[in-house]
T-cell receptor, first 118, second 110 residues
């Protein structure tokens, strides 16, 4: 499996500010994903990030609010812009890793970033 | 209709019992099926995957897939208090995007 780290692990931010979350993987991966998980809820996909191309955003998420960078095959950033209390959530980076035993690719998750917006 | 449906629970079982977690999915073309375990405050951890109809066993865990019924389940034998967590069912319809269910909370009582 891939080893994934995220920074920061948690942060408390003021309304109207922005936070950039970093995701680092120990191997080169094609697909990286950013999810949000609000308290007691399941995972909501924000966007898919491929190296060398624009991120693909899911319905309800826009680039101006959640700009993403993917400068190489082991790193990505997600910025949460102009934050409001509704953005308080856990943000998870995930990578698509080559299939196990010849099967389809499998997703592995980073430890997450717990964001609180006051 | 949600793409991946799970009973939110909580499901409560006594220690040593079999815990049965169920999941249905809407896309008949789905090809890959996963179970993730998520402890409170932690990120999801992959515990099982299955691609073919039938059963797949790994230690105390058995995944069961029935594509005709669009149904996948996870059995945990000899449940332990350390198995208490939220279990997420995930389905890959055929592209690269994985769809997650809302999760079932499992409590194993000592």
């Amino acid at each position: 499996s891939a080893v994934i780290s995220q920074k920061p692990s948690r942060d408390i931010c003021q309304r109207g500010t922005s936070l950039t979350i970093q995701c680092q993987v120990d191997s080169q991966v094609t697909m990286m994903f950013w999810y949000r998980q609000q308290p007691g809820q399941s995972l909501t996909l924000i966007a898919t990030a491929n190296q060398g191309s624009e991120a693909t955003y899911e319905s309800g998420f826009v680039i101006d609010k959640f700009p993403i960078s993917r400068p190489n095959l082991t790193f990505s950033t997600l910025t949460v812009s102009n934050m409001s209390p509704e953005d308080s959530s856990i943000y998870l980076c995930s990578v698509d890793h080559p299939g196990l035993a010849g099967g389809t690719d499998t997703q592995y998750f980073g430890p997450g970033t717990r964001l609180t917006v006051l | 209709q949600k793409e991946v449906e799970q009973n939110s629970g909580p499901l409560s079982v006594p220690e040593g019992a079999i815990a049965s977690l169920n999941c249905t999915y809407s896309d008949r073309g789905s090809q890959s099926f996963f179970w993730y375990r998520q402890y409170s405050g932690k990120s999801p951890e992959l515990i099982m995957f299955i691609y073919s109809n039938g059963d797949k066993e790994d230690g105390r865990f058995t995944a069961q897939l029935n594509k005709a019924s669009q149904y996948v389940s996870l059995l945990i034998r000899d449940s332990q208090p350390s198995d208490s967590a939220t279990y997420l069912c995930a389905v890959t319809p055929g592209g690269f995007k994985t769809i997650f269910g809302a999760g079932t909370r499992l409590f194993v009582k000592a």
